[in-house]
């Protein structure tokens, strides 16, 4: 994709702004900036050649970006949204990184101006470790990347935006409503979290792993390694979908825990071959 008259800033340069800004730079933008309330960052990635070095006010860029990625957490993205309604350029594209989707754009449908297009976006990608340190471009290739239009969404913006995300190296992005999204991904990342966050719970002391610990427990509860501050806030927000998840997610435990108590290996045998064909059908 061409974006050599783009200019972009990227809000936020953790683990996914910061990776978000390496891949951009590699499709040479017009101007690629950032902004981030750690000053030591911006000028760390300024130095390492990843964004331009822009003079002026912080929040100046986005009087002249054509594109405004978000990487913040979902209350703090609609803040900076709000907070900056009189700065951004007109007729520019915001999208944002958030792993949720519904209540962002209804509360954005509330103040958005109507010259601005808003496009949520959620790239499936990340690492146990975060920070602009952790940043890595190369968590994006091959990644599923999902986005969110709604009825109102300006379709050529959409277009520039999944071609933007391929060129990125994601996979063909996904387009999903915000509820579908929101109530898809409590089964796909906000359970698996939980799950592997009670695996590491459900030991009386943590001195009764030492010793026991192979491939499969460290796969599964690789992601309870986990952001609290970020996860408590995501959970609150999706709690509805989140219970719902939860709930059927105990259901399928206790019916394999009874069919154990009953020795009813038929029952716990079609529970496993049920799980394999399901699981080789995802990849």
């Known amino acids: 994709m061409d974006i050599s008259d783009f200019k972009i800033t990227v809000v936020g340069l953790g683990l996914i702004g910061g990776s978000l800004a390496m891949a951009l730079r590699d499709l040479k933008p017009n101007r690629l900036w950032a902004i981030d309330k750690d000053e030591q960052t911006i000028r760390a990635a300024e130095n390492s050649g990843i964004i331009d070095k822009f003079k002026g006010d912080i929040n100046s860029p986005l009087e002249e970006s054509d594109l405004i990625i978000i990487a913040l957490y979902p209350e703090d993205t609609v803040k900076f949204i709000l907070n900056n309604m009189q700065s951004f350029k007109r007729g520019s594209l915001i999208t944002d990184t958030c792993g949720l989707k519904s209540g962002i754009i209804q509360k954005l449908s509330n103040f958005l101006r109507k010259d601005l297009e808003f496009i949520g976006g959620h790239p499936m990608a990340g690492k146990e470790s975060s920070g602009f340190s952790s940043a890595d471009k190369a968590i994006f290739y091959n990644a599923n990347y999902i986005l969110t ?135």
Not at 151 to 178: F, Q, V, W, Y
Not at 202 to 231: H, M, P, Q
Not at 240 to 252: H, R
């Open 149 to 283: 239009p709604t009825e109102n969404t300006n379709r050529d913006a959409l277009k520039h935006l999944e071609a933007m995300i391929l060129a990125l190296g994601c996979k063909k992005p996904i387009l999903l409503s915000p509820e579908e999204h929101d109530r898809l991904i409590a089964y796909t990342s906000h359970l698996p979290h939980l799950a592997a966050v009670s695996l590491i719970n459900c030991f009386s002391t943590e001195k009764d792993l030492a010793g026991l610990v192979g491939g499969s427990y460290r796969d599964a509860t690789r992601v309870a390694d986990i952001n609290s501050n970020l996860w408590l806030e995501l959970l609150k927000l999706n709690k509805k979908n989140v219970t719902i998840a939860l709930d059927s997610f105990i259901e399928s435990l206790s019916q394999m825990r009874n069919s154990i108590a009953n020795d009813d290996d038929a029952k716990l045998m079609n529970y496993f071959e049920q799980a394999r064909r399901r699981r080789k059908g995802i990849g």
